[in-house]
């Protein structure tokens, strides 16, 4: 079971339209981050140029999966039912990743490179109204080692209310908190790292389309407002690995996104 849902008067909050600036927050992409920014992940800082002061690299990486063949989405109505959705109860993201950029070479795909090494397109079919993307999706970077093994390749797409000039999501004013989402794609399975209250064989998984769907949910503090909802969703499918993760989002439209990914339709049909 989850930890609740957040108090209406700050999701009340949360739909004023009064935005302003952070102070000074920096973002990182696979952050320790402070305040209401602790677990989302924003792709406009680059992780692994900065002080190393999260864990080292993962060791050896198993050879790329198979994905020549990328699945045939149907497109048919999809209905899920919330009552059979399980939120697991979270504590938060672990510290950073850092690769060395004096021992691995950062690459860069967009365009037909993107769309050939992922085999489909990233971007969901259906977003929660009033999220526009970020100018930075439509890429990804990969992590290549000396001896030209791939040790990560992660794409990241934001969708937020608003951004500002640096790209940074922008932060709502009676909430100190941004409203959005962020989804993360790996060939690899090298994603952002969420601690559980529970152990992994004791969390329950959320069936969307056949898919086993492990959602999990914080309760952040933010000043002035208090505290917001935080929702974590990891999935497999298709040879790619999938991490959702999203705040001051009703849990319905979180579902209903994920769904939009895994079945390729932005037909679904949510029952409360």
Not at 22 to 36: I, Q, S, W
Not at 60 to 68: E, R, Y
Request: hydrophobic share 40%; aromatic share 8%; proline share 7%.
């Amino acid at each position: 079971m989850g930890l609740g849902h957040v108090d209406e008067a700050y999701i009340q909050a949360a739909e004023e339209k009064t935005l302003r600036k952070p102070f000074g927050t920096v973002l990182r992409r696979y952050g320790a981050m402070a305040a209401c920014f602790a677990v989302l992940i924003v792709a406009t800082t680059v992780f692994y140029t900065r002080s190393p002061v999260g864990p080292t690299p993962p060791g050896p990486v198993v050879a790329l999966p198979d994905i020549s063949q990328p699945p045939e989405f149907v497109s048919e109505e999809v209905t899920v039912d919330m009552k059979q959705v399980y939120f697991n109860d979270a504590i938060g993201s672990q510290e950073d990743i850092w690769y060395d950029p004096e021992v691995y070479t950062i690459t860069s795909l967009t365009g037909q490179a993107l769309t050939d090494y992922y085999q489909r397109d990233l971007t969901p079919l259906w977003l929660p109204d009033g999220l526009t993307p970020s100018k930075q999706n439509g890429r990804a970077e990969q992590v290549i080692a000396a001896d030209g093994a791939i040790v990560s390749d992660m794409a990241v797409l934001d969708f937020y209310s608003g951004f500002q000039d640096d790209n940074l999501p922008e932060l709502y004013k009676d909430t100190n908190a941004a409203k959005g989402l962020s989804l993360s794609v790996s060939r690899l399975g090298i994603l952002p790292h969420w601690d559980y209250v529970l152990p992994e064989q004791e969390r329950q998984a959320t069936d969307i389309d056949g898919i086993a769907v492990t959602l999990g949910v914080s309760i952040r503090p933010c000043e002035p407002a208090g505290t917001v909802e935080v929702i974590n969703a990891e999935w497999e499918s298709g040879g790619l690995h999938f991490q959702l993760t999203a705040q001051q989002i009703e849990r319905a439209d979180v579902v209903k996104t994920i769904a939009s990914i895994i079945t390729g339709t932005a037909d679904i049909t949510i029952i409360n």
